[in-house]
């Protein structure tokens, strides 16, 4: 019979990092997660072979302090929560401590990073290169914010480099995860080049319009001019965003982003009052397109449901389907056709004058 061990600190993170580092875009959404939950107003992406060479994400966020540096990368180190409490209110998008352990323990991973005001006025650095217990700190000139490069994924995991696919493939699942990031957060200035080419510059939107084209820009025009604007709100609960009409429905169930106080989610009891919600207007076999925030009172979200946080679990379920359902079948019903002509009349002009500005593909 064999005895049992104890995995050393650098096994067990590989082995945890299997639930966060499926590809590179897992990584990718983890970072830009961090950059957001650090305050960050400008985030910009850099990826070298569909991100499987390099990726590298800079933020202009609150930074970590240098005596924090080496804690960021160990397993269950977090500055979000601190007791069990703080679960049942989650109000940031990471609370795990995982995924920068996760992620320097399957790759070679560069931390640079400033606080302000910090009395040097000088960043640190901080290297892994697949193992904490050696990393090594050294000073650098940086802004305030933070770099996190992460190269050569997988150099030292070959089995699981085995399971990356084409560039190209890895490159459009980074793609739609910028995009699901983009969408959650327009006051955000985000940027994405891959292989030293831009692929978007998406300045910060505030204004309506400026919120349409960048709708425009990441779901198409076809989208933005074919969808309604809604804002719903009862007591605790508040439902916003853009739905399709029926006039743009999918044969793919392609353009579905659904966001629950900030976090993109995929949830049963949400897909199921949105396809209710449809039914009358939408022909059998064809999906909806849409771009819907939830806002709720944290503590009815449980978001500790799964590694990725990628499933929230309600605790209304109930109440949650019905306030969608009603929310979205009302604002469907009182569509008229002319409502649709308008619509296309006015946004495609300035669709197409912004569309070739920004987007450079
Ligand atoms: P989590 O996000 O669940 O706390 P991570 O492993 O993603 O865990 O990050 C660990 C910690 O490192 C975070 O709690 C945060 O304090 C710090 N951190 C990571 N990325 C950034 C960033 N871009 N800006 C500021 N702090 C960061
Ligand atoms: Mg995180």
């Not at 590989?14 to 990718?28: K, L, N, T």
């Not at 892994?128 to 997988?154: M, Y």
Request: hydrophobic share 40%.
């Amino acid at each position: 019979m064999n005895r049992i061990n104890l995995l050393d600190q650098k096994l067990a993170n590989q082995i945890a990092a299997g639930e966060v580092v499926e590809r590179p875009a897992s990584i990718v959404k983890e970072l830009i997660e961090n950059s957001l939950d650090a305050g960050a107003s400008k985030i910009m992406i850099e990826v070298e072979q569909g991100g499987t060479k390099l990726l590298r994400i800079r933020d202009d966020g609150s930074g970590i302090l240098k005596q924090d540096l080496t804690l960021a990368l160990h397993r269950h180190a977090t500055s979000k929560i601190v007791k069990l409490g703080d679960l049942e209110k989650i109000a940031s998008l990471g609370f795990r401590g995982e995924a920068l352990a996760s992620i320097s323990s399957v790759s070679r991973v560069s931390l640079m990073s400033k606080v302000m005001g910090d009395e040097n006025d000088t960043g640190w650095k901080i290297q892994s290169d697949g193992n904490v217990a050696n990393a090594s700190l050294t000073p650098i000139a940086h802004a305030k914010g933070t770099t996190i490069e992460v190269r050569d994924l997988f150099f030292n995991t070959p089995a699981r480099r085995k399971f990356l696919k084409k560039e190209k493939t890895e490159f459009s699942k980074i793609d739609e995860i910028i995009k699901r990031l983009a969408l959650s957060r327009f006051d955000v200035h985000v940027s994405l080049r891959h292989n030293q080419k831009v692929i978007y510059n998406l300045l910060p939107a505030r204004s309506e319009l400026e919120k349409q084209r960048r709708l425009s820009l990441l779901c198409g025009s076809k989208f933005i001019e074919n969808a309604i604007h809604i804002e719903i709100e009862r007591p605790g609960i508040k439902l916003w965003g853009w739905v399709g009409l029926a006039t743009f429905s999918r044969s793919q169930a392609d353009l579905q982003y659904f966001y629950v106080n900030g976090r993109t989610i995929r949830d049963k009891i949400v897909t199921h009052a949105v396809r209710q919600a449809y039914r009358d207007v939408l022909f059998h076999g064809r999906h909806p397109a849409y771009v819907l925030f939830l806002e709720l009172d944290p503590s009815t979200v449980d978001v500790n449901v799964h590694p990725t946080k990628h499933e929230v679990r309600f605790r209304e379920s109930r109440v949650v389907h019905d306030f969608l359902f009603g929310a979205l079948h009302k604002s469907l019903s009182q569509v008229t056709p002319s409502d649709q002509l308008e619509r296309s009349g006015s946004l495609s002009e300035l669709n197409t004058a912004f569309e070739s500005k920004q987007r450079v593909s």
